[in-house]
């Protein structure tokens, strides 16, 4: 194994060996018997163990990658050496990175690089790396008739292994010990215009992934390499620099020491729509807005005076259309007179990508905030729901205590109601911040709202005028149950108060319709939404309208502009719709009402909803002499649960975690006949403990409680299956028809 890889080998080892992963994957150089290095992937995994759990044997394969890995190298080599060439100054730096690649992917130690005289066809060596000074001195120039520059001229690539370096005593004297040379033609268009010369006193040959790099790497260079010698030309004259300028797409002035436009290049022309004769002798204030001439000029000065080094005033093309820039002005010489050379690039497209990261800065920190937001919200939910459990069930079975009459069971019973209460308003929070999302079925979006239609009417105030326009034939929505009625209500409940005592007009439309990409940027969302058909509510008042503040957090939870204890009702619409993959468009300006559309993807046809079984259909009794053994790691829902149980006739073994509970299980699976787990505890969790009890017990029956709704926490990867999901919290009737299922 290569000495660099063997760290990196030995630490996925030691991560597998210790369990922390299950299987050992790692990409390696291994050493070949003929000296070269290949790469394998190296994935295995240990078969057996000794008592003390320590690994005895490892089984596995090695896939020899090299191919792959060469191929990597080298789209990286010339990706890296096309940054380099990019930002070459000179033609020396653009030479000195193609030799540097070279060397470095052929893993050669030395090297020239020399380029054909197009006067005398001399091939002469134009940056050499690793070489001895001695030797530099012999073989910087080769005249056109020598041996050298002509198997140049041929075009092809020479390599030379060790054995056949004696017999190329013209071509290689004073190789100073090379045993391994390669010479590679650079081409440009049909011509050679030089060679890249790389040499080893190490290694005896050039394998064929090295040959391959350096031919890439000598045609990829080609083009730079003449490019580079272009522009070291053009700066020799003025007419070659004009002919430079005009290749470039930034605006080029050459001014007078008192501003005068000397001479632009084409660009100029070409962008702001004058004509060279235009713009010649005249004062380059012409092209900036007439109000900022004094502001330019200031800048110019200071510019000139080192104090700053752009200046970002716009220009004026000939129609008055403005153009952001940023220029940069330095003193020169022109003609043999000292000029001022301003040099303007238009950042129209870099102001836009500004503009746009901005934007997206700002969608990503009110995400960021919603985020936060839904975490504590769920915090909070997940814990009320287990003190509610307490409080519920504790309140049920007081109130089994008691007669069934009296004040104290009235004050009781209010207090149950209260706490169903809350549950539900658990439940809504839970379902903003996607933690409860309830069973989704399809349905006709307009057939939805025009049941729900006469409940809209009933809560509608006297003062505000509702009209509706209803679709017919809509495609079909998927949505969590009851979703288009907690929706509808809630949008229409913020409509009639966004319109306050003073009354108004509220509109209520559905349909459907073709959104584009442009038009769904808008949409407050989960993922950015694709275009196509959307099934839409839209909700529309003629109230006071909201600010882009006010809109920016509309659908955060505990956020209104309402009196204080409001804020939920469009958190709830907005965990709807996210959990039907769908947004919000929300249109709205100071002073000129609101609209509010939800868009919802279409579901294809309508599902028949399934009859839901009745609430007073008789229960499967209990056993009630049976044990079940109870997990719950919330002390107080644990001792209500236990109540519950002896309630309904079991014998109760309780445990505080799932650790306890399989041990537990362990000591005593032959009293147990069935299992109430919480799905969510510190370290096992409920699916954990299911799997198991079952490999204790084969088929004992198992209840999985959980906060979540059974669509979101049912894992159908899982071997084990629980019996029955219980809803948290719940009340004594549910957990009784739950171990009526399982222990009938």
Request: with cysteine; glycine share 10%.
């Amino acid at each position: 194994c290569h000495p660099d890889d063997l760290k990196k080998s030995d630490e996925r080892l030691k991560k597998h060996f210790a369990g922390q992963a299950d299987y050992y994957d790692c990409e390696t150089r291994l050493k070949h018997k003929d000296g070269t290095w290949i790469w394998v992937q190296n994935r295995g995994q240990v078969m057996e163990r000794d008592g003390e759990g320590k690994p005895v044997r490892l089984t596995g394969t090695l896939i020899d990658i090299t191919d792959r890995k060469h191929f990597e190298e080298l789209d990286q080599a010339e990706r890296d050496l096309g940054m380099a060439l990019s930002r070459s100054r000179s033609l020396a730096e653009t030479l000195a990175g193609s030799l540097e690649a070279a060397i470095r992917v052929s893993g050669m130690d030395c090297g020239g690089l020399y380029l054909i005289n197009e006067q005398d066809e001399s091939l002469n060596l134009a940056a050499h790396q690793g070489l001895s000074e001695t030797f530099v001195r012999q073989v910087e120039r080769y005249a056109v008739d020598t041996a050298a520059t002509r198997l140049v001229l041929k075009g092809e690539p020479i390599y030379i292994s060790s054995p056949e370096i004696s017999i190329q005593e013209d071509f290689l004297r004073g190789v100073e010990g090379l045993s391994a040379l390669g010479v590679i033609p650079i081409h440009y268009q049909d011509r050679v215009v030089g060679c890249l010369n790389v040499g080893s006193h190490g290694a005896d040959q050039i394998d064929r992934f090295s040959r391959q790099a350096l031919e890439r790497i000598a045609l990829f260079s080609g083009s730079f390499i003449v490019q580079a010698q272009q522009e070291e030309k053009l700066r020799q004259s003025r007419q070659d620099l004009k002919t430079l300028l005009n290749t470039i797409q930034d605006l080029l002035f050459i001014l007078d020491l008192g501003g005068n436009i000397i001479h632009c290049n084409n660009a100029v022309v070409d962008l702001l729509g004058y004509s060279y004769e235009e713009l010649h002798g005249k004062t380059v204030l012409m092209v900036h807005p007439e109000e900022r001439h004094e502001e330019a000029k200031g800048v110019i000065q200071a510019m000139l005076a080192g104090d700053t080094e752009s200046c970002h005033i716009p220009v004026q093309t000939k129609e008055g259309r403005l153009i952001p820039v940023e220029t940069k002005v330095k003193k020169g010489r022109w003609g043999g007179q000292e000029v001022l050379i301003g040099i303007t690039r238009d950042i129209t497209e870099r102001t836009r990508a500004e503009e746009e990261r901005l934007e997206w800065e700002r969608h990503l920190l009110a995400a960021q905030k919603r985020e936060s937001l839904g975490t504590l919200a769920g915090a909070v939910a997940h814990r009320f729901n287990n003190l509610l459990g307490a409080l519920m069930g504790n309140l049920e079975l007081s109130l089994d205590d008691l007669s069934r009459e009296g004040e104290i069971r009235e004050n009781l019973t209010a207090a149950l109601e209260a706490t169903h209460q809350a549950a539900d308003l658990s439940r809504l929070m839970l379902t903003y911040v996607g933690q409860s999302v309830p069973g989704k079925s399809r349905v006709d979006l307009s057939r939805e709202v025009e049941r729900i239609m006469p409940l809209i009417k009933a809560s509608q105030p006297g003062k505000i005028r509702l009209t509706q326009a209803i679709a017919a034939g809509l495609p079909t929505v998927e949505v969590g149950a009851d979703g288009i009625r907690q929706i509808t209500i809630n949008l229409a409940a913020n409509a009639w108060e966004s319109l306050g005592g003073e009354g108004g007009e509220v509109s209520l439309t559905t349909g459907a319709a073709f959104f584009d990409e442009f038009y769904l940027r808008a949409a407050v969302s989960e993922e950015p939404l694709p275009s196509g058909t959307y099934v839409y509510l839209e909700i529309s008042d003629t109230g006071s309208g909201i600010t882009d503040e006010v809109r920016s957090r509309m659908f955060d939870p505990f956020f209104s502009t309402k009196f204080l204890g409001r804020g939920l009702g469009l958190a709830t619409v907005w965990g709807l719709v996210r959990a039907s993959r769908g947004g919000i468009v929300v249109d709205s300006e100071p002073g000129k009402g609101t609209t509010v559309r939800v868009l919802l993807p279409s579901a294809g046809t309508v599902e028949r909803p399934k009859p839901r079984p009745s609430k007073t259909a008789a229960l499967a009794e209990p056993q009630g002499s049976g044990t079940i053994l109870l997990v719950e790691d919330e002390e107080t829902v644990r001792r209500m649960s236990r109540t519950m149980l002896n309630r309904l006739g079991f014998r109760v073994l309780a445990a505080k975690d799932g650790e306890e509970a399989v041990a537990l299980f362990q000591t005593l699976s032959g009293e147990i006949d069935g299992v109430l787990t919480d799905l969510t505890m510190p370290g096992m969790s409920g699916w954990e403990v299911l799997e198991a009890v079952r490999v204790l017990k084969p088929g004992v029956p198992v209840i999985l409680a959980s906060g979540y709704e059974e669509a979101q926490v049912r894992d159908q990867n899982r071997k084990e299956q629980p019996q029955f999901f219980l809803h948290k919290p719940y009340r004594l009737d549910d957990l009784k028809e739950a171990l009526g299922k399982i222990m009938a």
